[in-house]
């Protein structure tokens, strides 16, 4: 077994204290997201250190793939605006042998049940929104049980409202969100997703990020970014953030919830298969949240940016980029990362990076056997814009246990 002190490499601040715990050994780490890592850890509130997965990258407001443990504070910007943003995956009852040789009908038919993508900039004709606001039944419903936690906080903060709500409830979205099939290691079809709290939750957060820059008033220059305004516990703003955020990652959680119905029905239907379904439990995981948790004898707020619960045998899901291959996993609580692990492989460059460096041939080359997208608009999303996934897992055996390997067969982006 792994010496837990030799896991996880130390990120020494320039006052030469460790407040950065790195779980990236074999896996490159960008100088800026260290220099981000280092900002935040300054932070007078952080309780212990940072935790980082081998994910880890520059992100906006805070770094992807850290968690962030907080006494009295919260920072709405390192949460971000992708609030509840994480993943869905159901063993279904079908095997590789129950598919068709060719899985363009099956990719078709997840596209079209299911909204994704974006056009009319997000206005009525929007591809990726319900369109005319002409819902499934199943979405209307949820729906009526979270507009009452919607309009409680509208009542407070009106300027909070956004333009697509229940309209995008039970859709995909753009940018690296993503549906697939999947097959395990004895051939069992998997559904997995990936997507979050949409426009609404965008809007949240985008909305408590200002609040947080207003409400610190001039102390905000005394930060080492403006993104790290917070805002305190015991303040009203503080305690209708939580609410906020709470909320929507419910609307994350029944988001994928609901789209699993979608695509159970549209391969149902395209297989022709009426007995089709969910032969195994469900696993889901946020891995772009906030938590209160009891951590180091003290009761934190844990901010888990790009990262996912790994608690003791709780299920995590791991996707590795499109082509590749992802894992089912079962936490193993290690204290030191807050019992985290890493929420996928991880970019190594930038989105215009990518379109720059690969051309349609590597992309095609690379998601060979993959029926997906194999077009212009898809190469910020290549696998080779990733980390190797492997290294990924490697780098934190001490925080999981995989379950299954997942490799992907069909895939839909956003």
Known sequence: M????????????????????????????????????????????????LAVMP?????????????????????????????????LAAMTSLTANDLPDNLLGIRTAIEAAVPHGRSDNGKSNDVGSW?????????????????????????????????????????????????????DEVNHVWIMLHSGSRGVGNRIGSYFIEVAKKDMGNLISNLPDADLAYLSEGTTHFDDYIQAVSWAQ??????????????????????????FGIVDEIVSCHHNYVSREFHYGKNVIVTRKGAVYAGHEAYG???????????????????????????????????NEAKKTFTLKMHRDAT??????????????????????????????DLVDIVHTLKQVVVVKG
């Not at 009452?148 to 940018?175: C, E, M, R, V, W």
């Not at 609307?251 to 159970?264: G, I």
């Open 250 to 275: 419910d609307f994350a959680k029944t988001n994928r919830e609901l789209m699993l119905e979608q695509v159970v029905s549209a391969i149902r239907k395209e297989t022709k298969n009426r007995k």
């Open 55 to 87: 994910d880890v990258h520059w992100g906006m407001g805070a770094t992807v793939g850290s968690v962030i443990p907080t006494v009295g504070a919260v920072i709405p910007a390192a949460v971000g605006v992708d609030i509840g943003c994480g993943m």
């Open 2 to 49: 792994k010496n837990k002190v030799d896991a996880y490499e130390s990120l020494v601040s320039p006052d030469g204290v460790n407040r950065i715990k790195m779980w990236t050994k074999g896996v490159p780490v960008e100088d800026s997201a260290k220099k981000q890592l280092l900002n935040v850890a300054t932070m007078p509130f952080i309780h212990g250190w």
């Open 368 to 397: 060979e056997g993959v029926e997906c997208r194999k077009d212009k608009d898809v190469i910020d999303e290549t696998p080779m814009a990733y980390k190797d996934i492997d290294a990924v897992m490697t780098a934190q055996s």
């Open 317 to 351: 899901i791991i996707p590795g980029s499109m082509g590749a291959k992802s894992f089912i996993v079962k936490g193993k609580a290690n204290p030191e990362s807050f019992n985290s692990c890493s929420h996928g492989a991880g970019r190594k460059m930038s989105r």
């Open 131 to 183: 369109r005319n606001n002409k819902i499934p039944s199943n979405q209307a419903n949820a729906w009526a049980d979270l507009s009452i936690g919607y309009d409680s906080i509208l009542a407070k903060h009106p300027q909070a409202s956004a333009k697509n709500t229940f309209n995008q409830l039970g859709t995909l979205g753009t940018g690296n969100h993503f549906i697939e099939l999947c097959l």
